[in-house]
């Protein structure tokens, strides 16, 4: 790692202020992904997604004393920004659920799963993700954005409070709220699927199965 990766943010920030561009880049490449891959799995979206992170970090540029180093990290500083032109962009649209998506790997959503199983275990994995992946972008925001970071994020109920600036008991209650509806779309929509096909498929049998479709997204 370089001195210059090892700077803190608010001395890269101070030093973009002063037209620095190398030190502004620098940021960009150390927050980007994360906040692309936050603001994607809350729209479904890669253009909005683009967009949206494009937009914080020009807001970045044209104003750096928006953020206050006393208030926080610039990490949960830009996250906030994101989150907030997420919530908007959610207002402003219909929502679509977009399942021909690209991650932000630029791979499709259906060529993410790959293994040595046969075609037909690998086309009923393939469906069941797409399944979940509709079913997350079907929630409410404020319960998809609680199982976004805890279940694709990874993150402690502790992080995710602070992010979104709410008691961790509101995070818990949202994640449990967001489970319960996940899995209710779910059993709808196997329950479906089962009325449409005698044969049927294996479909979701528990909980943890759910869970591990969901982190595959």
């Known amino acids: 790692m370089s ?7 608010d001395v890269l920030l101070g030093r973009a202020q002063k037209g620095d561009e190398e030190a502004f880049t620098l940021l960009y490449r150390r927050h980007q992904a994360a906040l692309y891959r ?12 683009e967009e949206i992170v494009q937009d914080v970090f020009m807001m970045l540029m044209r104003d ?36 021909e998506e690209q991650h932000e790997n630029g791979t ?9 199983s046969s075609p037909a275990i690998l086309a009923e994995k393939r469906e069941r993700v797409e399944r979940v992946w509709a079913a997350v972008l079907d929630l ?28 961790i008991g509101t995070i818990r ?17 196997r329950g479906a699927l089962r009325r449409a096909n005698a044969a049927g498929l294996n479909g979701f049998e528990n909980k943890k199965e759910v869970r591990n479709d969901v982190r595959r997204i």
């Open 3 to 9: 001195i210059a990766d090892q700077e803190r943010d």
């Open 38 to 49: 936050f603001a994607l799995r809350m729209t479904g979206n890669t253009w909005a997604a």
């Open 64 to 99: 750096p004393r928006k953020y206050d180093a006393a208030r926080g990290t610039l990490g949960g500083f830009l996250y906030g920004v994101t989150r907030n032109r997420v919530l908007k962009h959610l207002e402003r649209l219909p929502r679509e659920v977009p399942l």
């Open 108 to 116: 499709r959503l259906g060529m993410v799963l790959k293994d040595a």
């Open 140 to 167: 409410p925001a404020e319960f998809r954005e609680a199982v976004v970071l805890c279940e694709l994020e990874e993150r402690s109920y502790e992080e995710a409070a602070q992010m979104i600036g709410c008691p």
């Open 173 to 189: 209650s949202r994640l449990h709220r967001g489970r319960a509806l996940l899995m209710a779309r779910l059993e709808m929509l």
